[in-house]
């Protein structure tokens, strides 16, 4: 930062030279009295999450000042040790006086300095900051103290700095307004989606048109019986190939067989309209299956068959970012998992539940843990990925394997109740949500743009506020080249204050 870039009433000068910087520590645990019925705020990283700080959630004794530096109201707190400071780095203003961790610096700023825009300035310039100030080949991400208090500052008139804050917190507070709204408006989204979904599953999105197509629809009841004849037919000739091909290989499976929802467990389901019908994944489909579970360290090449993970899978949508591609003798090895279009894969480990339709254009490919729900018949493939995502979310927490690592296994898959209805409704359905969610979708993206937006005018005025752009300049005030004369003066003719003692007494 160089004074040429700055009005000619303002100067610059280091942190050091405007504020007094104090450290903190940690009191001995093991000495009880230290904490017991503990009445002095004790600041640490974790507290730092507002910037009007007026409390801590560890407090310390009395006695526990004699090895604490007791940080005056209204002094600035930064974090200087954590793994946040790989991403922000917390300041805020004590409303209180307040001791300090080990990974905090304080800093009391000197008489005529504006504690407040002393922080508002480290806001933006925290990634200068962290680029130039943080400490190399550190386990936890840390700044260095020295290097902080002499990091460059751009210093107006005392007045005048009490303006710029003045402004910054009026603009602020106008934008905070906006984003307020922007984020009330993308939950009120969410809950339009979940509000659409439902209605579609429960038959009341398409209800003006069952109600002109009543007569030409088929109930879920015939296309269930439609479904088993179907599986059982295919099984039967999948049987009879076999064994004109000398019973080579494997004998296929007869399609697996599930019992009937129960009584308890329609209860819970909510009513279907008439023609409709609750039937289990498990029954639509040949089968439902899962991807490789093993070692793939050495089994990834360049180019070759697509191999998708849980990271591939998004709600609704194939992800292409990051996919693994295997060789032709791997893929050809892992039948069980092989994919194809139209098959619809669940995520079982992590984002539990999450599903999406395999696209026509990937092709060829296969999968590590994912459950399989190949390709239905009858059944549209996007509405039971969409069905699969709207329910499990909340319900794969009663569905849980393991204890370390969620799951969501294949049984949980078969098991889990459709609403079936007519091919042509859901046709009619599919078509409907489409076009709903995609409207919701850009609405997302639109309110997205406008947060990023929100976040550049953000930076955009703490920019200007410290290039002095943002308010005037008064004529006939005090230069800040004489102000800070008159700190160091001061400062120089008064002993600083000492560990164990109060840290001053400066607002």
């Not at 903190?24 to 009295?33: E, F, H, N």
């Not at 809950?191 to 999105?205: C, I, P, T, W």
């Amino acid at each position: 930062m160089g004074a040429a870039a700055l009005p000619e009433s303002w100067c610059v000068a280091t942190l050091n030279d405007i504020a007094q910087p104090f450290g903190g520590s940690t009191p001995s645990k093991i000495d009880a009295s230290l904490w017991s019925d503990g009445t002095v705020p004790w600041v640490s990283p974790k507290d730092m999450k507002v910037f009007d700080l007026r409390g801590s959630e560890d407090l310390v004794s009395e006695k526990a000042l004699a090895r604490l530096s007791l940080i005056p109201e209204g002094s600035i707190l930064v974090v200087v040790r954590s793994g946040i400071l790989s991403r922000i780095l917390p300041v805020a203003i004590n409303h209180l006086p307040v001791t300090i961790n080990q990974d905090m610096r304080a800093f009391v700023p000197a008489p005529e300095i504006s504690a407040r825009f002393i922080a508002w300035q480290l806001l933006a310039n925290q990634r200068e900051i962290l680029g130039k100030c943080s400490k190399d080949g550190t386990t936890v991400a840390s700044i260095e103290a020295v290097a902080l208090a002499s990091f460059p500052f751009a210093l107006p008139p005392a007045a005048e700095q009490h303006r710029i804050v003045a402004k910054i917190e009026e603009l602020f507070s106008e934008l905070d307004q906006g984003v307020a709204s922007l984020k009330t408006a993308r939950e009120q989204l969410k809950v339009y989606r979940q509000s659409l979904l439902k209605n579609a599953f429960e038959g009341k999105l398409t209800a003006a048109w069952r109600a002109a197509h009543r007569d030409q629809l088929e109930t879920a009841t015939a296309l269930q019986q439609r479904i088993a004849r179907e599986r059982e037919a295919r099984y039967q000739q999948q049987l009879a190939d076999w064994q004109a091909a000398g019973q080579a290989g494997p004998k296929p499976k007869f399609p697996k067989l599930l019992p009937p929802l129960t009584a308890e467990e329609l209860a819970e389901l909510p009513e279907l309209p008439g023609g409709w019908g609750w039937i289990r994944v498990g029954e639509l489909v040949d089968r439902v299956t899962v991807g490789y579970v093993g070692p793939m360290k050495n089994e990834y090449i360049e180019q070759g068959v697509p191999f998708l993970r849980s990271q591939n899978v998004r709600e609704n949508r194939f992800d292409s970012e990051g996919l693994k591609f295997v060789s032709e003798r791997f893929h050809q090895s892992l039948s069980k998992s092989a994919l194809s279009a139209g098959d619809v894969v669940v995520v079982r480990s992590g984002s539990v539940g999450v599903s999406c339709v395999i696209p026509e254009h990937l092709g060829e490919a296969n999968c590590s843990d994912l459950v399989i729900v190949k390709a239905p018949r009858h059944v549209s493939s996007h509405l039971l990925a969409y069905y699969m995502n709207w329910q499990t979310q909340g319900r794969v927490k009663q569905k849980m394997v393991g204890v370390a690592l969620i799951h969501f296994n294949t049984k949980s898959v078969e098991g889990f109740a459709y609403p079936l209805c007519s091919e042509q409704e859901q046709q009619q359905i599919e078509k409907l949500l489409a076009e709903k969610l995609s409207e919701a979708d850009q609405l997302e993206l639109t309110l997205a743009t406008a947060l990023q937006q929100a976040d550049a005018l953000r930076q955009s005025i703490l920019k200007k506020a410290f290039h002095g752009q943002l308010v005037k300049q008064a004529k006939n005030e005090e230069p800040a080249t004489t102000l800070l004369e008159r700190i160091r003066t001061a400062r120089s003719a008064n002993q600083p204050a000492r560990r164990g003692r109060s840290a001053g007494s400066q607002p």
